[in-house]
């Protein structure tokens, strides 16, 4: 469901409603501003990335789908041992896996 800043939800997967705690807390043009940057988000584009050794790397890519809109990527990871920095870089993507469809 798509949730409005009135409390109200249109009918979309993977969203939940808004209660009147969260409208208080991040007031209503905060919200409006976020419901824009969805509604222009695109499921028309599918990131497919393959074979990216090196985790700063892979974090780029997803923060650059993120920036342009795109909700839906797909990640081939070669094996752990192949993959650089894995440890160092959970922070590095800086929230935009919270907003995509991994």
């Known amino acids: 469901e798509n949730s409005h800043v009135d409390g109200t939800a249109d009918s979309s997967e993977g969203t939940e409603t808004c209660s009147d705690q969260e409208v208080d807390a991040f007031g209503p043009d905060r919200l409006r501003k976020g419901e824009t940057v969805l509604r222009a988000r695109t499921s028309r584009i599918l990131l497919v990335l393959e074979q990216c050794h090196d985790s700063f790397n892979h974090q780029a890519v997803l923060r650059t789908a993120e920036a342009f809109g795109i909700q839906?990527?797909?990640?081939?990871?070669?094996?752990p041992m192949?993959?650089?920095?894995?440890?160092?870089?959970?922070k590095v993507d800086?929230?935009?896996?919270?907003?995509l469809s991994l």
Do not use: A, D, M
Not at 94 to 99: A, H, I, P, R, V
């Open 72 to 79: 839906h990527v797909w990640t081939l990871e070669p094996p």
């Open 82 to 90: 192949l993959i650089k920095n894995s440890k160092v870089c959970r």
């Open 94 to 99: 800086k929230g935009s896996t919270n907003w």
